[in-house]
Nanobody
């Protein structure tokens, strides 16, 4: 089964930037997503990218976050700019393969004000 491993999270001041990476252990032919879950809140979809590069974003991150993927490396990225304290959350990589939801272990992002 494909495994997803995220990296790149950390502590950053408001207005700063981070780049998250998610490496898959095998070829991914499906759309890939980034979700996030803040303390005490439900997990929410942040961004999606198809294998062909079509993207979609949550309204809260439009214009600040950019999702991209390198199919040759089986890796998806999330470039996060102009970070706000409300972006603080654990960020998860996700893909659905053969109707199975596959999640990474998550990488924490903390934005200080």
């Amino acid at each position: 089964q494909v495994q997803l491993v995220e990296s790149g999270g950390g502590l950053v001041q408001a207005g700063g930037s981070l780049r998250l990476s998610c490496a898959a252990s095998g070829n991914i032919f499906d759309a890939m997503d980034w979700y996030r879950q803040a303390p005490g809140k439900q997990r929410e979809l942040v961004a999606t990218i198809t294998r062909g590069g079509k993207t979609n974003y949550a309204d809260s991150v439009k214009g600040r976050f950019t999702i991209s993927r390198d199919n040759a490396k089986n890796t998806v990225y999330l470039q996060m700019n102009s970070l706000k304290p409300e972006d603080t959350a654990v960020y998860y990589c996700h893909v659905i393969i053969n109707y199975f939801n596959i999640w990474g272990q998550g990488t924490p992002v903390t934005v200080s004000s």
